[in-house]
């Protein structure tokens, strides 16, 4: 039997796996930036956001879906205030926070945490 060629669709998933795992090792040690992103993975910004554009998608739109995921996850506990989980996903400020979220879930995350997590 031979080996059969890897999709498109299964590279693109990996590559996109990839950048998303990589985005939240930086998010975890402050800013994400593409140009670390790119180069981790051997390649240009520029081949990155062609590679990504084949897929229809970003890196602003992993950066995003990956906040989104990991804001879900950091309000499940109460304990952290979300001044401390707008740093940790490397917003600016709580109102840049509080109007991505917003966005997204179609409420504030303290209304988030009050309604959803009661």
């Known amino acids: 039997m031979a080996l059969q060629p890897l999709r498109p669709a299964t590279t693109r998933a990996a590559l996109s796996s990839r950048v998303s795992l990589l985005i939240t090792a930086q998010l975890a040690r402050g800013k994400v930036g593409v140009e670390a992103v790119s180069s981790q993975l051997h390649m240009s910004r520029y081949t990155l956001h062609k590679k990504l554009k084949t897929e229809g998608l970003t890196f602003a739109r992993l950066l995003e879906d990956v906040?989104?995921?990991?804001?879900?996850?950091?309000?499940?506990?109460?304990?952290?205030?979300?001044?401390?989980?707008?740093?940790?996903?490397?917003?600016?400020?709580?109102?840049?926070?509080?109007?991505?979220?917003?966005?997204?879930?179609?409420?504030?995350?303290?209304?988030?945490?009050?309604?959803?997590?009661s």
């Open 67 to 117: 906040r989104r995921k990991q804001a879900l996850t950091y309000l499940q506990d109460r304990t952290k205030p979300l001044v401390e989980i707008a740093e940790q996903l490397g917003f600016s400020e709580l109102s840049a926070f509080s109007r991505a979220f917003k966005r997204w879930m179609g409420t504030s995350p303290a209304e988030y945490r009050l309604i959803r997590l």
